[in-house]
């Protein structure tokens, strides 16, 4: 059974940092893309970010592009997202979730195992 964990969500101020991990389990994790996605109250899930299993060729929203960080450490079965000069409109539940095959997605439709999400919280 494949399982997800998130971890590293909290409550920061705009232009701070925070730093989510997803630890992974039940699958060979260095084989499928891992992505970040996030959802704010009364919103769609929207994609962050997301790198492929193999050569770690990472995309990311443009509402990110400079201020996030998506890396993945295959040793460990976990994958991160560095968040940097955070903003209130990056508050949300922050989701990871791993592919349903090796090709590298934007849509969440694509992903088909889900962590149970981390709060984030931007005051300004």
């Known amino acids: 059974q494949v399982q997800l964990v998130e971890s590293g969500g909290g409550l920061v101020q705009a232009g701070g940092s925070l730093r989510l991990s997803c630890a992974a389990s039940g699958r060979t994790f260095s084989v499928y893309p891992m992505g970040w996605f996030r959802q704010a109250p009364g919103k769609e899930r929207e994609f962050v970010a997301a790198?492929?299993?193999?050569?770690?060729?990472?995309y990311y929203a443009d509402s990110v592009k400079g201020r996030f960080t998506i890396s993945r450490d295959n040793a460990k079965n976990t994958v991160y997202l560095q968040m940097n000069s955070l903003k209130p409109e990056d508050t949300a539940i922050y989701y990871c979730a791993t592919g349903r095959n090796s090709i590298l997605s934007r849509t969440k439709g694509d992903y088909n195992y889900w962590g149970q999400g981390t709060q984030v919280t931007v005051s300004s």
């Open positions: 790198i492929s299993g193999g050569l770690g060729i990472t």
